[in-house]
């Protein structure tokens, strides 16, 4: 009877937390009650405050839940015999694979990015925001500081500049795909848009060049100037 007790609460958590993640979505956090959450999962208002403090508990529970692009596992330090390069695409290309294929990230990452206000009862959500930006741009610039020194090149803007530089252009990527899935394919772009940042900052990586080189040379050929 204790057993079958605690998974019934443990269902009624995820029907609450599904429930969250469609009103939020298709609503907004601001404009989402803790009532019309607990009426859409089927449970009380109550039931919300047995599993969760406030709507920000709640927020970050619906967070645990998934991890969001761009705080993958690639990380620098568990891959030292790898190229940092290969290592920062890997991850990268895993992020925007997850976007487009899981709906749940992708769920979740619109509503992290799109459907939230940094005030009132979910402004700690700030901190959360700016600690896994501030993570994955260091990792960035570790990365390209190895990089840069084992292919015994200077980057042509400092690293911390680049990682800042690199993490819009993921970011980027990914909201203004969310905003049209029509307007672009986020993979191919991704790979061609961090090939072609790699590029401006010096590095020479293989493949490179016949991926940007083609395309480059065809922009000039159009240019009237």
Excluded at 42 to 49: D, E, K, N, V, W
Aim: aromatic share 6%.
């Amino acid at each position: 009877m204790a057993r079958r007790t605690k998974e019934e609460a443990l269902a009624t958590r995820h029907r609450l937390l599904d429930a969250a993640e469609l009103l939020f979505q298709q609503q907004g956090v601001s404009n989402t009650s803790l009532q019309q959450i607990a009426e859409r999962a089927g449970a009380t208002r109550g039931a919300i405050y047995w599993h969760f403090k406030d709507k920000a508990d709640l927020f970050h529970a619906m967070m645990e839940r998934v991890t969001l692009p761009l705080e993958a596992d690639a990380r620098i330090e568990d891959h030292p015999d790898e190229n940092p390069l290969d290592v920062i695409e890997r991850g990268m290309l895993g992020a925007l694979r997850q976007v487009t294929t899981d709906p749940q990230v992708r769920r979740v990452f619109e509503v992290a990015t799109q459907k939230v206000e940094y005030a009132g009862e979910t402004a700690s959500l700030h901190r959360r925001h700016l600690e896994s930006a501030n993570a994955c741009v260091a990792d960035f610039e570790k990365a390209l500081r190895l990089a840069a020194r084992r292919a015994r090149i200077k980057l042509t803007v400092p690293a911390p500049m680049a990682a800042q530089g690199l993490h819009a252009l993921i970011a980027g990527l990914i909201q203004s795909w969310l905003l049209d899935p029509e307007a672009f394919a986020l993979v191919p772009a991704g790979r061609r848009n961090f090939n072609a940042f790699l590029a401006g900052l010096g590095f020479d990586r293989p493949g490179m060049r016949t991926e940007t080189t083609p395309k480059l040379v065809a922009a000039a050929a159009n240019d009237p100037q």
